[in-house]
């Protein structure tokens, strides 16, 4: 079981940037793909970006360019950076976890583990 918990949302105006964390309750976790998700009202969850056990990463077309995902194994920590922040990136983001090591699914009901969200709204 892992369990994940996400911080670093806030409000923001347009351009400017944030840092969400995701913390993981298992130092196992480096061993699963890691992703962010996120939600808009209205509007479906979708990838942000992922991160498999080995480091490599994949990226929405809309936050590529803007957007980074790392992590931390010592610290079970999973980070993504967001600079150039537009309105249109408004949502609640979810950090999440897939049983898989060296693939990524972009698919949503492919990921174990979900954290509770965290807040993105970027003002106009």
């Known amino acids: 079981q892992v369990q994940l918990s996400e911080s670093g949302g806030g409000s923001v105006q347009a351009g400017g940037s944030l840092r969400l964390s995701c913390a993981a309750s298992?130092?196992?976790?480096?061993?699963?793909?890691m992703g962010w998700f996120r939600q808009a009202p209205g509007k479906e969850r979708e990838r942000v970006a992922s991160?498999?056990?080995?480091?490599?990463?994949v990226y929405a077309s809309s936050v590529k360019g803007r957007f980074t995902i790392s992590k931390d194994n010592a610290k079970s920590t999973l980070y993504l950076e967001m600079n150039s922040l537009k309105p249109e990136d408004t949502a609640m983001y979810y950090c999440a976890a897939a049983l898989l090591s060296f693939y990524c699914p972009r698919s949503v009901i492919e990921y174990n583990y979900w954290g509770q969200g965290t807040q993105v709204t970027v003002a106009s």
């Open positions: 991160i498999t056990s080995v480091g490599a990463t």
């Open positions: 298992t130092h196992g976790s480096y061993y699963y793909c």
